[in-house]
């Protein structure tokens, strides 16, 4: 080894050292020991990844994950912790404020990019979603009031919305991101009403219309902007997370558009603590290109003057349970699905679910069910629970 050799290692180390060392301070303000014994310690494969998470903030802690530089036996309980010590603030580096820098100048949810999110997320395989998200394929958070399993919290879920709408046989209702169409063929079934669905996924589209086969719901693959006429009732399950905060104005104007004037709206969403223009960086990036989660301050802007909310409900909680479920049923059925997916994915699936998990005990992110009419109800409205 020459001089030179000797020296750029040397180096190497003294920066992996110092990196190791601000790391490891950070973790113990959570309670996370490097190497640790507790189930949400991590375990170091690669002395590099401290370095790398510095540099790369969530991307490079997403990222190690997948190429297996560390492990955790409880990711949720680890990113838990970290959230619950604000230790993702102290991370945010270049690439986090370059992708907010982007947000401001680009419209990264526009109409030519609304197709994006379906083709590298949704058209991935639907042999995964159907081994993991249960019977009716609920890409959205479970109701677990009452529920014990998660198709039970699903079908809860599912009733729930359809109550809060008052839905009635012979209405005519919009639903924004039909998803495999488990919504849909649930209101029909249950309230027989007439559903269009809407989804920029061809393979939802295709699994939907089989699922609806022989019912009043007609599925569209198309952006929602697309759709004309107006609804008795429009409900969107898990879709506003895509929708950006450039749009928000733009949909809510859409949906005071289509709506009949004693209509009513729910909007069932991941929702943020604080306002921001951008989603986290890994998440963006492997999982829901340009995604971002909505604020309150955000929600009540956008539909300021169009329409009137009547009711919001949090249960947040919940999707910690119905991430978890999934991620059982992920795990269980990988023997299965590991002939299409490498390990790889395995590892990212796995961090987004149970990393996920962990972001919802946490209380960092809420799922939130909001009730709008046109104009104001003018009887009282008396929420289901």
């Not at 301070?25 to 507790?38: F, Q, S, V, W």
């Not at 560390?70 to 580096?93: H, K």
């Not at 995964?128 to 809860?156: F, H, N, P, V």
């Not at 061809?202 to 107006?230: F, S, W």
């Amino acid at each position: 080894m020459t001089a030179a050799s000797t020296s750029i290692s040397h180096n190497k180390n003294q920066k992996n050292d110092r990196s190791h060392r601000k790391i490891g301070n950070l973790l113990n303000i959570a309670g996370i020991t490097i190497d640790g014994d507790k189930p949400w310690d991590i375990q170091v494969h690669n002395p590099e990844v401290f370095s790398r998470i510095l540099a790369q903030g969530s991307v490079g802690l997403g990222e190690s994950y997948m190429d297996g530089w560390w492990s955790c036996d409880e990711i949720d309980s680890f990113v838990q912790r970290l959230y619950e010590a604000n230790l993702p603030a102290c991370l945010t580096n270049w690439v986090d404020r370059a992708a907010l820098l982007a947000a401001i100048m680009l419209n990264s949810q526009s109409g030519s990019r609304a197709f994006d999110v379906g083709r590298h997320h949704y058209d991935i395989g639907n042999d995964l979603y159907r081994a993991m998200l249960g019977e009716r394929m609920i890409y959205s958070c479970g109701y677990w009031k009452c529920a014990r399993t998660l198709d039970d919290a699903q079908e809860a879920k599912l009733d729930l919305v359809c109550r809060k709408l008052f839905l009635e046989p012979g209405m005519r209702v919009l639903d924004i991101g039909c998803g495999w169409g488990g919504a849909a063929r649930f209101a029909a079934e249950r309230y027989r009403v007439e559903v269009v669905g809407v989804t920029v996924s061809e393979r939802q589209a295709n699994i939907a219309r089989e699922h609806c086969e022989g019912l009043p719901v007609t599925i569209d693959l198309k952006d929602y902007k697309g759709i004309e006429g107006r609804f008795d009732r429009i409900f969107s399950l898990g879709m506003f997370e895509h929708v950006g905060f450039k749009n928000y104005s733009t949909y809510m104007q859409f949906v005071a558009d289509r709506l009949e004037p004693d209509g009513l709206f729910l909007l069932h969403t991941v929702g943020a603590n604080y306002s921001d223009r951008i989603g986290n960086a890994w998440v963006e990036k492997y999982i829901f290109p340009n995604s971002m989660l909505p604020s309150i301050a955000q929600i009540g802007k956008a539909t300021e003057n169009l329409l009137v909310m009547e009711d919001w409900q949090n249960f947040g909680s919940d999707y910690a349970k119905t991430l978890l479920a999934w991620f059982r049923n992920f795990d269980a059925s990988w023997p299965r699905l590991k002939d299409h997916y490498d390990q790889r994915f395995y590892r990212m699936w796995k961090y987004y679910l149970l990393s996920f998990a962990g972001a919802f005990r946490a209380r960092e992110n809420q799922l939130w069910q909001i009730v709008f009419s046109r104009k104001g109800r003018r009887l009282r409205y008396d929420a289901p629970r």
